[in-house]
């Protein structure tokens, strides 16, 4: 019999025209965009299915975008495949999606999900804004390549470190802008496939974004949270964890710890999950489970 895990996408999955078409056919789905727009004091539904998209990119609009869509990705499901959502056994989510993947297994209260991401999405933005600072995905190297590049590249006083561990062959440096691109030309010197100046604020998962952890601490010091009814992983170490004082603990450690999806969802393989569902949009989960196991079965929900 098989073992469902459900993975919830991170911020770059946005795009215009999210969750549209949900909305005209759903009425679960513009009851969740109601209750979003009360919490967030802007419609968000106008947002997400008209932009601009330079609007929707910013990390203190993506993030609550994102994370409403994708449970309304997931009301869809309840919808039109009830035992599939009954049967989901784990959860883990990209970064941000860790907020969606806590609500969907009953740790989080959908409101309070909600204001919790949109206090990270504006910490992290005005950590960002202090400093010059981004992101660059290395293709075709791996870690230990990867990790003597940024040791190598770094100067005294800035930061660039190993931000994401994606899949084989796909890590992601953050750090201050000119060690980026310090990084950046290093890789491609040293046989990178490629390099991939990402399109975000800045160096999410590093210890440039120390003064939004102080901010989502207050934060989550106000928000009650459960012990998650099905299996919960942590970006922070690919392990599962019950407690909600930990779960506290991890999600202010991964504002500024390394994404490590490849590790957790290895974790989920070895725990014997053969099926994986990306409940929100877009499709980089699918393709990253490809790279790290083809014949495991990723199905999307919306595109």
């Known amino acids: 019999m098989s073992k469902i895990a459900?993975?919830?996408p991170g911020q770059g999955a946005q795009t215009v025209g999210m969750g549209k078409a949900l909305y005209e056919s759903s009425p679960a789905a513009r009851s969740m965009f109601e209750r979003a727009n009360a919490v967030l004091g802007y419609d968000l539904a106008d947002l997400c299915f008209h932009g601009p998209s330079e609007k929707l990119d910013a990390t203190s609009f993506s993030q609550p975008a994102l994370f409403v869509t994708s449970l309304v990705a997931l009301e869809e499901m309840r919808s039109q495949t009830p035992d599939v959502v009954l049967a989901c056994e784990a959860a883990a989510g990209l970064s941000l999606g860790e907020y969606t993947a806590l609500v969907f297994s009953g740790a989080v209260k959908f409101e309070d999900g909600l204001r919790l991401v949109q206090k990270r999405g504006e910490a992290m933005q005005a950590a960002a804004d202090l400093?010059?600072?981004?992101m660059v995905s290395i293709l075709g190297m791996d870690q230990p390549a990867v990790q003597a590049i940024c040791d190598e590249s770094r100067s005294e006083n800035r930061v660039l470190q190993i931000a994401n561990l994606l899949c084989p062959g796909n890590i992601v440096v953050s750090g201050h802008d000119d060690m980026c691109l310090a990084a950046a030309e290093a890789?491609?010197?040293?046989g990178a496939m490629k390099t991939i100046p990402l399109a975000v604020a800045g160096a999410f998962h590093t210890a440039l974004m120390q003064p939004a952890v102080?901010?989502?601490?207050a934060a989550l010091a106000e928000v009650p949270l459960s012990k998650p009814e099905i299996l919960f992983?942590?970006?922070?170490?690919?392990s599962p964890h019950d407690d909600p004082e930990e779960i506290r603990d991890l999600l202010l450690q991964q504002v500024c710890s390394p994404v490590l999806w490849e590790a957790s969802m290895r974790f989920l393989l070895e725990r014997q999950h053969d099926q994986f569902y990306e409940v929100g949009p877009g499709r980089v989960l699918r393709g990253l489970m490809k790279r790290i196991n083809r014949k495991v079965a990723c199905h999307g929900v919306i595109e």
């Open 6 to 8: 459900f993975l919830f």
């Open 131 to 134: 400093e010059g600072s981004g």
């Open 187 to 190: 890789a491609n010197a040293a």
């Open 214 to 217: 102080e901010q989502l601490e």
């Open 233 to 238: 992983v942590s970006n922070v170490d690919a």
